[in-house]
């Protein structure tokens, strides 16, 4: 950080307390012209649904402390950060790290969390307006630090940061820690079946077969987005929704009124995908769109179709991407299924920083072996992908 330069941290707690014009020409200055925001859930929008839909705050673990920094009379940086009171809805899993940590009699909760909340997708976290990035992400940095130490809090972890917010941060001595997710590359192609003929012939003819069987399901499949979407959409997303938030994570992180908030101020950046029978609808797909690159959310169904879910979480997603020229979706957490439907897995990132000395060289070692285990482990899945390896595949 420049030292001539005087920067004022401030700590939020909520929203409400930064216009929202200040923290967008941080969070998505690419925005500016009317365009998309290269992810939509650091908005300003996005996380202020989450605050007042009650997704966040009381009562759900999850306390907002964001960050402002000022300099020359302006907000030149911010950051999405939470006070956790657990390790739910982040999906870079530290359970060990807590119960080791408690084990040796520390208070591994409350953390501090800099993430968007249930949102398992890389984006920036130290938000900078253009010509600060260096300086503002250092005093991000340094605040957050801060807070904790101030506040005897055990940890600070920044999730599904940058490739290039990682290894700044690890110049600055945090912990950078590799995990994976499947996600699709769109390789120019012009139609879904152009991305068929990358395929082995195996993989090809399952697809198509898959696809034939979904739709087959007695009813219609329709994509929609902005005012396609309806409020009496969210009526049965919620429905499926909260059936496999259940399921998963034994109750939904997200409100009913989230999606009346989305309904007003997000249905421009999502994709919803419902499979329609007898005029109501019966399984749902929740896609939030960036400026090059389609978020797979959520998932659910009331009814239960072969191979619909792959249809309408996948393959749907990857019609959309081509159609508008995306150059990537983003299929979420884990789920190995994805990887024989052209979802190839790559490397994700995180930082950490543990206030216990001796904890903190504990995980810096179990994080090294973790990173060479993640590596061996992409190349092996990749070595399995769908795609076309032999000149007889080639010919096929």
């Not at 959520?298 to 997603?317: I, K, N, R, V």
Request: glycine share 10%; net charge negative; charged share 25%.
């Amino acid at each position: 950080m420049d030292g001539s330069i005087p920067i004022e941290i401030e700590v939020l707690s909520s929203l409400t307390q930064v216009e929202a014009v200040d923290w967008d020409a941080c969070a998505c200055p690419e925005a500016g012209d009317g365009g998309r925001p290269f992810d939509p859930f650091t908005t300003h929008r996005f996380l202020s649904a989450l605050e007042r839909s009650r997704s966040v705050g009381t009562g759900t673990g999850w306390s907002p402390r964001h960050l402002v920094a000022r300099a020359e009379g302006q907000v030149i940086a911010v950051a999405p950060l939470y006070a956790k009171g657990h390790s739910q809805g982040e999906y870079i899993f530290d359970h060990n790290w807590a119960q080791a940590y408690e084990r040796a009699g520390g208070q591994y909760y409350p953390k501090l969390q800099m993430a968007v909340p249930f949102t398992p997708a890389t984006g920036r976290r130290f938000l900078t307006r253009p010509g600060w990035r260096e300086t503002g992400m250092a005093a991000l940095v340094q605040g957050a630090v801060q807070l904790a130490e101030t506040n005897d809090l055990s940890s600070l972890h920044i999730t599904f940061c940058t490739e290039d917010e990682a290894e700044a941060g690890e110049r600055m001595g945090l912990m950078p820690r590799a995990s994976q997710q499947f996600h699709w590359e769109n390789d120019g192609y012009t139609d879904f079946d152009g991305f068929l003929d990358t395929l082995s012939s195996r993989k090809r003819k399952n697809i198509r077969k898959e696809r034939a069987e979904a739709q087959g399901f007695g009813g219609e499949i329709v994509a929609l987005t902005g005012d396609q979407i309806r409020p009496e959409h969210w009526d049965a997303f919620w429905v499926f929704y909260q059936d496999t938030g259940a399921r998963k994570w034994g109750q939904p992180y997200l409100t009913r009124s989230f999606f009346d908030l989305a309904q007003d101020r997000l249905r421009d950046d999502m994709l919803l995908v419902l499979a329609i029978r007898d005029g109501r609808p019966v399984a749902g797909a929740l896609n939030f769109i960036g400026r090059d690159v389609l978020y797979g959310r959520y998932w659910g169904c009331t009814e239960h179709h072969p191979c619909l879910h792959f249809e309408l979480c996948y393959y749907q997603a990857i019609d959309f991407a081509i159609a508008h020229g995306l150059s990537r979706v983003e299929a979420g957490a884990q789920g190995m299924h994805k990887l024989a439907r052209g979802y190839m897995p790559v490397q994700t990132h995180s930082l950490h920083w543990v206030r216990d000395g001796g904890f903190a060289r504990a995980i810096e070692h179990y994080l090294a072996a973790e990173r060479a285990a993640v590596d061996e482990e992409i190349e092996v899945m990749t070595g399995y992908g769908p795609f076309k390896r032999t000149q007889m595949e080639e010919q096929d």
